[in-house]
């Protein structure tokens, strides 16, 4: 259950022995990484959402030094990026394995997940950036899907192949976010039907059960957005 981002002046939720917490926030797309793989295998956890522009003392203190969701903790273990959190569940809950056995298979995949760094530069440029520069942002995150949409075509109906793997949890939340971006800087990158086989996988991926638990609708990324242009972020959106 997703509660109330905590903030500075808080206290440091108390463990439960053997629990796995994650240190999360609603609308971060690293953190729905983390958690996707989370409901993908099942595993039992708590979530301790983090306010992320008022973060609580003890966060930086003893979770993560680097201030960022997600971390995982479970008693005195603690892990944090959400790719490193990510591979470290696959390996210690290997049921439901998400990461390919093949290691050339698995490095071609993290291939595909820089190249996605790429996609979500320009994605924050347009979404962040100067005004000015947000419709050459827009062209060219359309140009870096492009390469996506002839990717998953050689792949099949996920870039897991025939069904989500890793890959997919690693890129989706992102997806997930396109047309309420859309809708807010008022640029068309993904919906001009020009990438027939990624948003056949946008849709695809909404019947995925992990996609269902973990996203949040188009209204609440607009929301959320919409709060961040007007300068107080709502951490609690949809809540
Ligand atoms: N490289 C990190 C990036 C995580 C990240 O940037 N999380 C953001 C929220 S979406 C955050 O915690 N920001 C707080 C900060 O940077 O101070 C990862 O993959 O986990």
Same mark, same amino acid.
């Given at each position: 259950?997703?509660?109330?981002? +905590?903030?500075?002046?808080?206290?440091?939720?108390? +463990?439960?022995?053997? =629990? +796995?917490?994650i240190y999360s926030n609603r609308i971060c797309p690293y953190a729905e990484r983390a958690r996707l793989v989370l409901a993908h295998k099942d595993i039992p956890n708590e979530v301790?959402?983090?306010h992320l522009s008022k973060k609580p003392e003890w966060f930086l203190e003893k979770i993560n030094p680097l201030g960022k969701v997600p971390a995982i903790q479970k008693d005195d273990k603690i892990v944090y990026?959400?790719?490193? @959190?990510c591979d470290y569940l696959d390996?210690?809950?290997?049921?439901? &394995? +998400? =990461?390919?056995?093949d290691p050339y298979q698995q490095a071609r995949d993290r291939i595909l997940v820089e190249h996605f760094g790429q996609? =979500?530069?320009?994605?924050y440029k347009m979404l962040f950036g100067p005004s000015e520069n947000c419709a050459a942002a827009a062209e060219t995150l359309k140009k870096g899907l492009m390469e996506f949409d002839k990717e998953?075509? &050689? !792949?099949?109906?996920?870039?897991?192949?025939?069904?989500?793997?890793?890959?997919?949890?690693?890129?989706?939340?992102?997806?997930? !976010?396109?047309?309420? =971006?859309? &809708? *807010?800087?008022?640029?068309?990158?993904i919906s001009d039907g020009?990438?027939?086989?990624l948003t056949a996988y946008m849709? !695809?991926? *909404?019947?995925?059960?992990?996609?269902? &638990? @973990?996203r949040l609708s188009t209204e609440n990324h607009l929301e959320f957005y919409q709060s961040v242009k007007n300068g107080a972020p709502n951490y609690n959106v949809g809540l």
């Amino acid at each position: 259950m997703s509660t109330e981002a +905590l903030s500075s002046g808080s206290t440091f939720p108390p +463990l439960k022995a053997g =629990t +796995l917490r994650i240190y999360s926030n609603r609308i971060c797309p690293y953190a729905e990484r983390a958690r996707l793989v989370l409901a993908h295998k099942d595993i039992p956890n708590e979530v301790v959402n983090i306010h992320l522009s008022k973060k609580p003392e003890w966060f930086l203190e003893k979770i993560n030094p680097l201030g960022k969701v997600p971390a995982i903790q479970k008693d005195d273990k603690i892990v944090y990026e959400s790719a490193v @959190c990510c591979d470290y569940l696959d390996q210690v809950y290997p049921s439901n &394995k +998400l =990461t390919p056995d093949d290691p050339y298979q698995q490095a071609r995949d993290r291939i595909l997940v820089e190249h996605f760094g790429q996609v =979500t530069t320009q994605y924050y440029k347009m979404l962040f950036g100067p005004s000015e520069n947000c419709a050459a942002a827009a062209e060219t995150l359309k140009k870096g899907l492009m390469e996506f949409d002839k990717e998953i075509q &050689k !792949r099949g109906d996920f870039f897991g192949g025939s069904e989500p793997r890793m890959i997919d949890f690693m890129v989706w939340p992102w997806f997930e !976010r396109f047309h309420a =971006t859309e &809708k *807010l800087v008022n640029q068309i990158f993904i919906s001009d039907g020009s990438m027939p086989n990624l948003t056949a996988y946008m849709d !695809r991926m *909404l019947s995925v059960p992990a996609v269902q &638990k @973990c996203r949040l609708s188009t209204e609440n990324h607009l929301e959320f957005y919409q709060s961040v242009k007007n300068g107080a972020p709502n951490y609690n959106v949809g809540l």
